[in-house]
Each structure stands twice: as C-alpha cells, then as structure tokens.
C-alpha cells in the first residue's frame, strides 16, 4: 500500500489485494441499485447533480466484527471491505480520533453527467470514506474528489440569512436544528472556498482508497460525457458511534 497525507485527508493506494478488488467489483455488478431520488428529492445532491443510483445501506460493527444489513450478517461481498478497513483500524483511530466503533457502506454508481456538490458531512459522523472500485478510468472522464485545505463549522452549509433571522421566523419555518438545504444566497461554506480558493483534488484512481476528516468541504466534479458507458463505481461510508 502507498500513503499519502494531506490537510484533513489520508489516500491508500492498492488498497486491496487482486483477488479482493475482483470479488469487489463482481459483487458490485449484481448488488441492487436505485436512484438516489427514488424516496423524494435526496438533499445531498443539488437539482444540477443530476441522479447517481445507490445501494442500500450495510453496517459494520467493530464490536461484534459483523457487517449487517437490515440486521442480517453478511460475510460476503461487501464484508470484503469490511474486513480491509477493520485490518487498518489503529491507523483510522490515529487519523480521525477514537469516538466511533462503527462504520457504513454503501456502492454509488456515477453515470455521465452526475456528481455531488460542494458539502460537509453531518456532524453525528466522526470522518468519512471512498473507495474506488471501478476496473479502469482515465483522466479526461472527470469524477474527482476535491478538498478545500481548511476545515470550517458544522453548519457552514447554512445560509448568511439564517444567522440574521429571529426566533420567530425560524419557529415559523420549522426548521430548527436540522439540516438545511438547499442553500438560499451565500453560506459560511461558499465564504470560505471563495476567499481561500486553496485544495486538494484527488483522482478516482481504482483500488484507491480516501479517508476525510470531519468539517472539510469537498465535492465530486461531474462524470463528462467522454467516460460513454463507464460509471464512476465507489463505496462510500460514514465512521460513527453504533448503539
């Protein structure tokens, strides 16, 4: 494996044996998909983020060393995975800190003309992944994960707007506490990418694998059309307390 260390990220190379990454990519072509939007509009993606499809979503346990879906044990596929990250296990807790014992996997098919905006993740999650589990890509089909160098609040995705309301109007718009988005007009997010301008992008480079920090802005850029039929394969997760 090769490492790389950067402000708020960690990228693994190789990531995963010969054997590992093909039984990972076979899984990922028979596993169920469905559009990000199929349950209503997803805010995670922006209405110009087009319509990435998704699996369902499985656990993994650093207590009992199960990966579950829906509560049932899974010790295939997915579990692949699973049992790579627990093997690298000291190494996250050094890099992101030791609050969490649990963390999600979920695979993301990014066809042309897809990607996901500028974003941080919640706040409940104690960092996040991607790992890249397509066979090939090339460098003009896009689909790059870019890191703003500075990190920002948990709520930098809120509008300036919000900051200035009363009680009153935020009672009356029943958003209090909660995720808010789309953004309306600039947000502490917007304020910080455009006044440092300065990050990171890493390419979707296959069998790698990128570790992010809590509070640090990043987006995957567009999939461009010169990809045709190849999709942007990933499996992407949060780290997090499990009760």
Not at 122 to 146: M, V
Not at 188 to 211: A, C, Q, W
Request: aromatic share 14%.
């Amino acid at each position: 494996m090769k490492k790389t260390q950067g402000n708020g990220y960690l990228v693994i190379d190789d990531f995963l044996n010969e054997d590992e990454l093909f039984a990972i990519q076979l899984y990922m072509q028979f596993e169920k998909y469905f559009p990000v939007h199929s349950n209503g509009w997803s805010k995670s993606w922006r209405l110009t983020d087009g319509a990435p499809f998704t699996s369902p979503c499985y656990i993994f346990s650093c207590l009992t060393r199960n990966t579950t879906l829906n509560a049932e044990i899974i010790s295939d596929g997915m579990n692949v995975l699973s049992r790579k990250l627990l093997e690298i296990y000291g190494e996250l807790r050094e890099f992101l800190g030791d609050d969490w014992n649990a963390f999600s996997l979920t695979s993301y098919l990014y066809p042309s003309g897809t990607g996901l905006g500028w974003h941080e993740d919640d706040a409940l999650y104690k960092g996040a992944y991607i790992f890249y589990a397509h066979p090939e890509w090339r460098p003009s089909w896009g689909g790059e994960l870019c890191i703003i160098d500075t990190a920002v609040s948990s709520s930098a995705g809120l509008s300036e707007k919000v900051y200035d309301a009363s009680e009153n109007v935020l009672r009356l718009s029943g958003i209090i506490g909660g995720a808010v988005g789309p953004e309306f007009g600039w947000t502490i997010r917007d304020r910080n990418i455009n006044e440092s301008g300065i990050g990171t992008f890493v390419y979707p480079k296959p069998n790698r694998l990128v570790v992010i920090k809590p509070n640090y802005s990043h987006c995957i850029k567009k999939v461009d059309t010169s990809a045709g039929e190849n999709v942007r394969c990933s499996v992407a997760g949060f780290f997090h307390q499990n009760a």
